[in-house]
């Protein structure tokens, strides 16, 4: 078992009230991370926050699909543990939508939390004395979805495809103050986004996307133990890379 990977690095993971941000949360600091934990939902950022191991974590409930709140949230972060090692932007969300029963505020609705915060937390990390100067990991959590095309998710597949276009120039422009940026693009992973998609689907269809995953589907430890790597000092010289971890549905 790998230990200590992450010793004394301060990090802020969004999306770690639930699924894959819960799960690189508690890794993280089981591998001596201290964690600021961000989301909505107070109760359940509580309940992930029980979950972590070692002393110093905190958490803070924002809406960071609202610029001000996403603000807010970096503030505080900085506050109160000065320079960051890393952010992991993991909060997102999926809607089935099929193109005729899409509208304006749906398409506002996902672009500004899959994209438009993570355009700002870049932003807003990037300012002097907010990351620490001997190395920096930014990373994103976008979706084979970014380039495997399945139907009625043109939107969220549009938003995830952004996220590797941002990341990829963010990289080149953050490089000269050693701030890394990479994305990992998971496969189909048990947590509630995919329960959600569960609902929505015939078990033919349901079973086909099983059989897409040659490994079978992924659990979020799976997506925390990539983010590990991309956190640690083990891939300094790796930026503007999308790291793939989809149990082998990309190969198709
Ligand atoms: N599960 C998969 O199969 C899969 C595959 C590929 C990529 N991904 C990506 O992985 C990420 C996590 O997915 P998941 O499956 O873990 O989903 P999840 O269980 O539904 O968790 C989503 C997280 O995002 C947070 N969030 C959503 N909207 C927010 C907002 N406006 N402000 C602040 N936080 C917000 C939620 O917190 P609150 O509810 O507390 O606000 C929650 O913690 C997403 O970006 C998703 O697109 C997932």
Redesign the pocket.
């Known amino acids: 078992m790998i230990e200590n990977l992450l010793t004394a690095k301060k990090v802020l993971v ?9 799960a690189i949360a508690i890794f993280f600091s089981q591998q001596g991370a201290q964690v600021i934990l ?4 107070k109760e ?2 509580d309940e992930t926050l029980k979950l972590l191991t070692g002393d110093g974590h905190i958490i803070f ?6 610029i001000d ?1 996403l603000k807010a949230l970096m503030d505080f972060s900085f506050n109160s543990f000065g320079a960051l090692d890393s952010i992991v932007h ?5 809607k089935t939508l099929p193109l005729q029963a899409i509208k304006e505020q749906q398409f506002d609705d996902i672009f ?3 994209v438009k ?1 993570a355009q700002f937390i870049a932003k807003f990390l990037r300012r002097k004395g907010r990351y620490n100067v001997n190395g920096c990991s930014l990373i994103y ?5 970014a380039f495997c095309g399945e139907p009625a998710i043109s939107t ?1 597949c549009a938003s ?1 495809a952004a996220l590797i276009g941002l990341s990829k120039s963010l990289a080149v422009e953050l490089a000269k103050i050693n701030i890394r940026v990479n994305t990992i ?10 329960d ?2 569960k609902q929505q689907l015939s078990e033919e269809q349901y079973n086909q996307i099983l059989l897409n995953h040659p490994l079978g ?2 659990r ?1 430890e799976d ?1 925390a133990h990539a983010a590990a790597y991309l956190a640690s000092d083990l891939s300094r010289w790796v930026t503007g890379s999308n790291l793939i971890v989809d149990g082998g549905y990309s190969t198709h």
């Open positions: 969004t999306g770690a009230s639930s699924g894959i941000g819960k961000s989301g909505r939902n359940r950022l409930s924002s809406d960071i699909s609202k709140d993991c909060a997102g969300i999926q500004n939390i899959n915060s959590i976008s979706s084979v979805a969220y995830k693009s998971p496969g189909v992973v048990q947590t509630n986004m995919v959600g998609l589907l992924g979020p997506i």
